[in-house]
């Protein structure tokens, strides 16, 4: 498992609410989009779109999706699968742990098992 980028506390994301971890911080050289979900979890996604170029972060969270703000894909925010037309690539998912409090990200570490 790669090493975990500590994010600081959870009430530093609002719910509803994401934060972009860069490129060069998280080591993948693609920046990672953290989401606080209304189920009240946290996940991440690869920040770019997969239809072309916006940041999902910027986009609108609703339940465990969210919505591109620039033409309006969905993801599922727990798998990265693209829900809705134009989006027809899933986005890559990276594992988030939430301890005492601290948001930790593992980039690299898929957030989906194997076997799902
Ligand atoms: S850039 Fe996201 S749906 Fe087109």
């Not at 994301?13 to 050289?29: C, L, Q, R, W, Y």
């Not at 999902?56 to 703000?69: K, N, Y």
């Not at 027809?88 to 570490?109: M, S």
């Amino acid at each position: 498992m790669s090493e975990a980028i500590n994010l600081g506390s959870m009430d530093d994301i609002d719910e509803g609410e994401a934060k972009v971890v860069s490129g060069a911080e998280n080591g993948t050289g693609e920046d990672i989009a953290v989401f606080h979900a209304e189920d009240g979890n946290f996940y991440a996604l690869d920040d770019n779109c997969t239809h072309e170029t916006a940041s999902l972060a910027d986009g609108w969270i609703e339940g465990t999706e969210v919505e591109c703000p620039v033409h309006s894909a969905k993801f599922c925010l727990k798998s990265g699968t693209a829900l809705c037309m134009p989006a027809t690539i899933a986005a890559r998912t990276h594992k988030v742990v939430v301890e005492d409090g601290e948001v930790l990200l593992y980039p690299n570490t898929s957030a989906v098992p194997a076997s799902a």
